[in-house]
């Protein structure tokens, strides 16, 4: 498993971005001969297919929503601020 950020929350990092998701999308392809694609987004599949244009992969193009199970976590987490014991978890350290 390999993840990658597309950056669209910055514009001078999202050309570089764009271009490490691309070369390793064709590598993986290479070496394995099959690349699935799923987005982590809360709907559709954003940019992506713009990105990957050209490049041989494998996605349904759903993001998390709709989702059941998105659902039951939402509920969970709703009903663990109206108990009070709610948690928020350790953040990790941002990735450049």
């Not at 349904?60 to 969970?76: F, Y």
């Amino acid at each position: 498993m390999h993840v990658e950020s597309l950056r669209e929350d910055s514009p001078a990092k999202r050309s570089a971005s764009e271009a490490r998701i691309r070369a390793f999308v064709d590598e993986a392809r290479r070496d394995s001969g099959r690349v699935i694609v799923i987005p982590f987004r809360v709907a559709g599949f954003g940019p992506y297919a713009r990105v990957l244009e050209g490049l041989p992969y494998a996605s349904d193009g759903r993001a998390l929503l709709p989702s059941a199970e998105v659902e039951h976590w939402v509920r969970r987490q709703a009903q663990e601020l109206k108990a009070g014991t709610f948690r928020i978890p350790a953040r990790a350290p941002e990735r450049e």
